[in-house]
Each structure stands twice: as structure tokens, then as C-alpha cells.
């Protein structure tokens, strides 16, 4: 053994410093990771679920038929006329059987098959109310603009004590401001290219959907926390769940920041594809507020964002005054704040 | 002379748990016990050393200790038997890892965890092959646990090499490239989807000339023919080496021509090939996953991640890094000495000794 080899927690420490040098390098793009993921699922015998009922139907109806003509044949000289005459003897008992045994087969295929019909509307019905899927991955990669919003997360993040997430983290903008303030941040985005967008700049950026992320982090794993783009697509069912979820990743103490979309200005400011096929609606400030206080988080502020108003009068102009204060009334019932912060504390 | 019997489910000699269940007689008879073994399926060259299970004619101080490791009509036989019993607990594999694969295996498998667990109300001793193992009884309701490793015989890691098979992967090293191994079934449970993802993350960052070695033959079809669809789709078809089930000199063959064991198992009651890299010098990659962590013990580079970059970089360490290599091979062999079948054997002994004796008091 050679004394000079280093421990193995050391090689440890240096085979992650490896890894990030390599996804910066962009030498294995994040998407690379993602792509060979679905290549393999895929191929992975997920949705033969239909098949396999109507192959086990198929199977159990042929099974449900009892044979009563025992082969007969043999080898050694008599034994095939002693079976023969075996059969026919008792065939009128073997009969009496076989014939309750295939009727009783026989219902229990149909009434197989009869649940399988009812099973299989009902999941029709739900495809119908259940909306579309649209986890990111397949939209046009749109970097979001969370510029507005730095300066707000920055004061919350910095003196984080543990790894800072950013789900959904986009072109990792947020991510580049974080750790230029010294914040240990990191992000999480479905959209591969964005990501590999984010780890070209220096950060440290996973291609993941970022509910599943959330789930395979450790329990109070989390320093700090930022939810942003997601947030306003999701179920409402799933928008819970990533309360509850932020709740529990988050160590006690610990800053969440969640940057959501005003429901009134989400068509506007949302790509039709993107708003039309998202599985879920933005929720108001108000209720993002109720539902983290409700799983533990102190402190819950609420920050509304620019109001993209009319274009006011020269203050020099007659009677500008009372024009601009109408002006901004109605710019302000018109459109309001685009976007909102809630920031929020997770109880110790 | 009391007598400590053994059911088994499958008594098959090329396999650790038939021939544990050999040293295991051995052991006992050592004891002054008198002991058989009774299986519901025996491999022809076994059949002189078993019985079949239904053939147990009991007698007053006898003891059953059955090895469990899958679902059987053994272990619905010995619920039903008065006997003090004993059971000797090898893992099942979770239901959930075959599921979505191979349903009706799902479901033996987990028909194998319902009978273990139903054993704990009659047995009087569950023996564990590792601490992960015993965890898993205890959590089953079992009272009375130890760990006992299996019980190895190195000597038959030691067969003759295969020639042409050791001259093919010498002729692959010549041209370039590592060779990287595992050996295990192909299971979802050993995940060597994950293992073809590593491969190709390691050629395209390190060493584009590498090769992946898959020794087991498939016990999930299912997953065999989805695996060997993934190579072909990802384009490493001529890099990755299904070699199936081999004999033990093919065996032997490929644990010497290799550079590295990579596990990516994501489950693992034990995991007797990283044993068999430490025998054969060879440096092991592996995912921390369920008992392996237990079994190495620092004998190689545990990883708490299995995505391909993080596997890749690890792979690159180990086989660039000479002063590690023989570390991690030093480290092996003296981890290796832990299961030496005299202490191994020992342990076994004890514990059955204090079992009996707390049966007696």
C-alpha cells in the first residue's frame, strides 16, 4: 500500500470537485444525462399495462376450459386401451365436473371482462377532465425574467446556512447573482437547454423536474429555498404538495423565497402554448401566503412587482395632475403587478 | 443428539446460498449435531446431499433452520410445524424493484417477504447475513437476531482461467480502452441500465475506447430485452459485452482481465462478487446502496450518487490514480480476511451455540 495515497474521503472530495469541473467544462451537457434517461424508460415496459389485461383475459378464457379427453396413448403394449376404457368409463362423471368447472371459468372471464369495459371508461372519463400534462421539458425554451427580483432574493439568501436551491432556475440569472453574493446556490430546470445554458455560465445546474428534485432531497437538507415558473403551472393538488414538501426540505430557520405570477396578468404575460397547456393556474399572493402559513412558515411577506402602467402626461402639461392620478388608477386596475413575492421563513 | 436440520427452496451448487447451506451442515455436524438437508428443488449434483422437504420425519430435539431468500412452499410447510425454528435470512429481493418488469415474479418475491415476516411469530432465532439484513428482520418482529456472514469458501474463487476467454480480453487490452465489470444477474434490482449510462458518460469524457463486461445470465426478460434495446438505441452496442451465465473458469477469466468492478445496484443483500474482486485484486466501484456500504467497509469508492458524470469521474480516479489502485486492492484483502470461512465459521457456530442453549434454559 502506498502511504502517500490520500484518504478516501479525500478522493471522495476530489472526484465532486471533478464532476463540477466537468459539467463546467459543458464536456457531458446536463441534457446528455437527461436524454439517456428517457432513452432507457422508453423502453421500459410502462404503458403495456392495457396489453398485458387484455393478454391475462385472453389466457384466462382459454384456461377456462376443462379437457375431459385425457390423452390416452402409450408406449407400453395393453396400457392404451386400459386408459381408453378408464376414460369412457368415467366419462360420465368427469363430464358432470368439467362442465361446472368451465361454467364457473366462464363468468368469472366475463365478469372480468365486463369490469375491465367499466375500468376502462372510467379512465377515459378522467383522461377527459384530467388537463394536459406539460412538465416543461417539451416547451420552447423560454428563460424567464426574474431580474426584478434579485435584489429581493439576494438579501433574503445571503448568510443561508446550508445549499440554496433555485426550482425552476431557468438560465441560471438568479443562480450567477446568488453566488456572486457568496450564497452556495444551485438550480434545478426541466428544460435541458436552458440548463445546459445555466452550466455554460458557471452554475451548477441540473436538468430535473423540480417536484421530483424536491422529494429526493434530504429532510431539512435545504439552506434556502427559491420557487419560481413552476409555481404558477401546477395543479392545485401539486402546488400543495410543493408546500408541503418545502416544508419539510427546508432546515429550521431557513429563507424561502417564491415568485409567483399575478392570475390576471398570467395570459398576458405567458405564452398561449405555455398557458394553454399547463396542467394547473396561478394562485393569488394571498393564497400562496395562506398555504405557507398554514404548514409552518413565519414571517410571510408579500412584495408585489412593478405595475406596467400608462404612459403619463409632461407634468408640465395642463391639468396633469389630475390626468396622471387617473391615468395611474387605471393603469393599475387595467393591469396591476405582473408578478409578486412571497417570502417566508421555515419555523425552527 | 439434538439435530438442527435445513430447508432450503433451491439447493443449487453453483450458487452462495446452496453452498453456505453445505458449509452450514458442516458446521453443525462439527457441533455434534446431526443435520440434513431438505429441499423443495435440488440440483442433480446436490441430490446426495438432500432430501426432499416433504420426507422430514421429526424427531424430539430437532431444529429447523431454514435459508430464506425467495418465496416457497418450504417456508408454508415449516409455518405449520411445531419445531423450534430458526431462519436464516438471505434477503428477498423488494417486489417493487421486478413490478414493472416481471409481475409474477413481483409477486413470488413478494410472497418471499410475507412468509419471512410471518416466521417471526414461530421462529426462535433470526441470522442475518448482514446488518442490513438484520435490520430488516428486526423490523419483521423478530426478537432474537444476530449477523452471521455467509459462509465462503475462497478456494472456489480460485478456479483454472478460461484461456481464450483470458486471451480475448488481453487482446482487448492491447487495443486500448478499460474494461470495466460487473457480475450479477441482469435484474432490474442490479440496474445495469445504470451501468450502460456510466459507460457511456466515461467514454465520451475519459476514455472513448472503453468496454462494459455483463457476467449473469438475465432472470428478468423483460428488463434483458430492454437493456439490450437501450445499448443498441445509445449507439454502444460494440462496447458492451452481455456475456450471460459462464462457467466458473469463464468467470474467473473475466474477474482477472478486468481493470474495475462497477456496482450500481440499487439493491444488494449482500453482494458475493464484490468479494470476489477483492480476491482477484481488483479495485471496486459501487453505489452505496442497501448492504454493499457493510460489505466493503471502505474496500472501495462508495458513491452516494449513480449519475453517470459522478460515476464516470469515479471510474477515471480509480484507473488513473496507481497509488488508489493498490490502496483500494490492500484495503480488499484485508477486508477479504473478515470473511475467511475459519472466522466465518466460528461465528456461525456461536451462534447457534447461544441459540440452542437459550432454547435448553
Known amino acids: ?348 | 443428539m439434538s439435530a438442527v436440520h435445513q430447508f432450503i427452496p433451491s439447493f443449487v451448487s453453483r450458487d452462495a446460498i446452496g453452498a453456505h447451506t453445505l458449509q452450514v451442515r458442516s458446521v453443525l455436524q462439527e457441533m455434534g449435531l446431526r443435520s440434513e438437508v431438505f429441499a423443495e428443488n435440488t440440483s442433480p449434483d446436490l441430490e446426495p446431499h438432500s432430501r426432499p422437504y416433504e420426507s422430514y420425519r421429526p424427531k424430539p430435539g430437532d431444529w429447523l433452520l431454514y435459508q430464506a431468500s425467495t418465496g416457497s412452499k418450504v417456508a408454508e410447510y415449516l409455518l405449520g410445524r411445531p419445531e423450534p425454528q430458526i431462519v436464516n435470512y438471505h434477503n428477498v429481493t423488494p417486489a417493487s424493484t421486478f413490478g414493472r418488469w416481471e409481475p409474477r415474479l413481483a409477486d413470488e418475491m413478494a410472497d418471499g417477504r410475507r412468509q419471512v415476516a410471518k416466521l417471526a411469530s414461530v421462529a426462535r432465532h433470526g441470522l442475518a447475513v448482514s446488518q442490513y439484513n438484520e435490520a430488516e428482520l428486526k423490523e419483521m418482529g423478530y426478537r432474537s437476531t444476530s449477523v452471521t456472514p455467509l459462509l465462503l469458501d475462497f478456494s472456489t474463487f480460485d478456479h483454472d482461467v478460461d484461456r481464450p476467454t483470458l486471451d480475448w480480453l488481453s487482446r482487448l487490452r492491447d487495443r486500448g480502452g478499460a474494461s470495466i465489470l460487473f457480475v450479477g444477474r441482469i435484474a432490474p434490482n442490479k440496474a445495469q441500465h445504470d451501468l450502460v449510462k456510466a459507460l457511456i458518460a466515461y467514454r465520451t469524457l475519459y476514455d472513448p475506447a472503453a468496454r462494459l463486461h455483463l457476467v449473469g445470465g438475465a432472470s428478468s426478460p423483460a428488463y434483458f430485452d430492454a437493456l439490450r434495446r437501450f445499448v443498441g438505441h445509445t449507439g454502444v452496442r460494440d462496447s458492451v459485452d452481455f456475456a450471460g451465465s459462464v462457467s466458473d473458469a469463464v468467470r474467473s477469466s473475466y474477474f482477472r482481465g478486468a481493470d474495475v468492478l462497477l456496482c450500481l445496484s440499487d439493491h444488494e443483500g449482500f453482494c458475493v462478487p464484490l468479494l470476489e474482486a477483492m480476491y482477484n485484486g481488483l479495485p471496486i466501484v459501487a453505489y452505496a446502496s442497501s448492504a454493499i456500504p457493510e460489505t466493503l467497509q471502505g474496500a472501495g469508492i462508495l458513491l452516494d450518487s449513480k449519475e453517470p458524470v459522478v460515476v464516470a469521474a469515479a471510474l477515471h480516479r480509480v484507473l488513473s490514480d496507481e497509488a488508489l489502485r493498490s490502496r483500494l486492492v490492500e484495503a480488499g484483502r484485508r477486508r477479504l480476511a473478515d470473511f475467511s470461512l475459519d472466522r466465518t465459521r466460528r461465528t456461525f457456530a456461536e451462534a447457534i451455540s447461544a441459540v440452542l442453549a437459550e432454547g435448553a434454559g
Not at chain 1, 39 to 47: E, Q, R, T
Not at chain 1, 86 to 104: E, I, S
Not at chain 1, 213 to 218: F, I
Open chain 1, 1 to 348: 500500500m502506498s502511504d502517500t495515497a490520500p484518504s478516501l474521503d479525500q478522493v471522495r472530495r476530489e472526484i465532486d470537485e471533478e464532476v463540477r469541473a466537468k459539467r463546467a467544462s459543458g464536456a457531458l451537457p446536463p441534457s446528455l444525462e437527461r436524454e439517456l434517461d428517457l432513452a432507457f424508460d422508453k423502453f421500459a415496459p410502462v404503458g403495456a399495462l392495457d396489453n398485458d389485461f387484455g393478454e391475462a383475459l385472453k389466457a384466462a378464457d382459454r384456461a377456462a376450459f376443462v379437457n375431459v379427453a385425457v390423452p390416452t396413448a402409450s408406449s407400453k403394449p395393453g396400457v392404451s386401451f386400459v386408459k381408453r376404457l378408464l376414460r369412457k368409463a368415467m366419462a360420465w362423471y368427469l363430464n358432470y365436473l368439467a362442465q361446472q368447472v368451465t361454467a364457473f371459468g366462464s363468468a368469472t372471464v366475463r365478469a372480468l371482462r365486463a369490469l375491465g369495459e367499466r375500468l376502462g371508461a372510467i379512465e377515459a372519463q378522467i383522461g377527459e377532465v384530467r388537463p394536459a400534462v406539460d412538465d416543461g421539458s417539451e416547451r420552447p425554451p423560454v428563460a424567464p425574467d426574474l431580474s426584478e427580483w434579485v435584489e429581493l432574493v439576494v438579501a433574503r439568501m445571503n448568510g443561508a446556512r446550508g445549499r440554496v436551491l433555485h426550482a425552476e432556475c431557468g438560465d441560471g440569472a438568479m443562480l450567477r447573482a446568488l453566488t456572486a453574493a457568496g450564497v452556495d446556490a444551485y438550480g434545478v430546470d426541466p428544460r435541458g437547454p436552458l440548463v445546459d445554458g445555466a452550466v455554460a455560465a458557471g452554475g451548477d445546474a441540473w436538468p430535473d423536474d423540480p417536484l421530483a428534485h424536491l422529494g429526493a432531497v434530504a429532510d431539512h437538507g435545504l439552506g434556502g429555498l427559491i420557487l419560481s415558473g413552476c409555481v404558477d403551472r401546477l395543479s392545485l393538488a401539486r402546488q400543495r404538495s410543493l408546500v408541503e414538501l418545502a416544508a419539510r426540505k427546508l432546515a429550521g430557520g431557513a429563507p424561502l423565497v417564491l415568485i409567483g405570477t399575478d392570475p390576471r396578468a398570467w395570459e398576458r404575460v405567458t405564452p398561449a402554448l405555455e398557458a394553454d397547456l399547463a396542467p394547473g393556474r396561478p394562485l393569488h399572493s394571498a393564497t400562496w401566503q395562506h398555504l405557507l402559513e398554514r404548514a409552518g412558515f413565519a414571517g410571510v411577506a408579500v412584495t408585489d412587482g412593478r405595475v406596467e402602467g400608462l404612459e403619463r402626461v409632461p407634468d408640465s402639461a395642463a391639468g396633469a395632475a389630475v390626468i396622471n392620478a387617473n391615468l395611474d388608477k387605471l393603469g393599475q386596475a387595467l393591469f396591476g403587478p405582473a408578478t409578486f413575492a412571497v417570502a417566508a421563513v421555515r419555523s425552527t
